[in-house]
């Protein structure tokens, strides 16, 4: 078992809709949480961090973090055509750990 | 604002060639990872550097070495290629030794035929 679960989709949304991408992981010395989103052929983009539990919000993205659950989730409101990509999530222990990546979620938002 | 800049962004070598890649961080960053992604995969931690040190080791196969010069650029030097070490080469820089903020480059594409 990986340690950190990601569905690969794909995921296929009409324009407008809410997206929620989701990572359960195993370690529950993680702390701190990235979500990375990658277009093809280019490199990962950081989007959100969050440390320890809780939500963050930045514009139309929303990250939640339940670590009772060992569960992180983003959301995309008024998914727009240009939010098509993979999505990665990432977490790390301490701050000076490797990052472990989840496997990507590959998301499709038709105009 | 400037990003992390890699050189070459297409290679192809053959079986047995060694292969150079180059990582430019953004200014001021300090710290350089080099990440390797398969096909449909996510990115594998190779090695990461802090002020020209080494700082953390990942799955980096001992035919693979690094080092971070005093301007803070970063090579990766891979000898005696082989066809699975086709893919596509991350470099990523942060301030700091503090990870969750690392900055992602293009991207190498490695073909090894």
């Known amino acids: 078992q990986k340690e950190v679960e990601q569905d690969p989709g794909p995921l296929s949304v009409p324009e407008g809709a809410i997206v929620s991408l989701n990572c359960t992981y195993s370690?529950?010395?993680?702390?701190?949480f990235m979500w990375y989103r990658q277009y093809s052929r280019k490199g990962p983009e950081l989007l959100m961090y969050t440390y320890s539990s809780g939500n963050k919000e930045d514009g139309r993205f929303t990250a939640q973090v339940d670590k009772s659950s060992k569960y992180i989730s983003l959301f995309i409101r008024d998914s727009q055509p240009s939010d098509s990509a993979t999505y990665l999530c990432?977490?790390?222990?301490?701050?000076?750990?490797?990052?472990?990546f989840g496997p990507g979620t590959s998301l499709s938002v038709i105009p | 604002a400037a990003g992390v800049i890699q050189s070459p962004r297409h290679l192809i070598k053959e079986k047995r060639e060694t292969a150079t890649l180059k990582c430019y961080p953004i200014?001021?960053?300090?710290?350089v990872y080099w990440y390797q992604q398969g096909p449909g995969q996510d990115p594998q931690f190779l090695i990461s550097f802090y002020e020209k040190m080494q700082s953390d080791k990942g799955s980096i196969p001992d035919r693979f070495s690094a080092q971070q010069f005093s301007d803070y650029h970063s090579e990766l030097n891979m000898s005696s290629l082989e066809l699975g070490d086709s893919a596509l080469y991350f470099c990523?820089?942060?301030?700091?030794?503090?990870?969750?903020?690392?900055?992602f480059g293009p991207g190498t594409r490695l073909t090894v035929t």
């Open positions: 990432a977490m790390m222990g301490t701050s000076y750990d490797k990052v472990i």
């Open positions: 990523a820089s942060s301030l700091g030794l503090s990870s969750y903020e690392q900055y």
């Open positions: 370690n529950s010395a993680f702390q701190y």
């Open positions: 200014p001021r960053h300090d710290t």
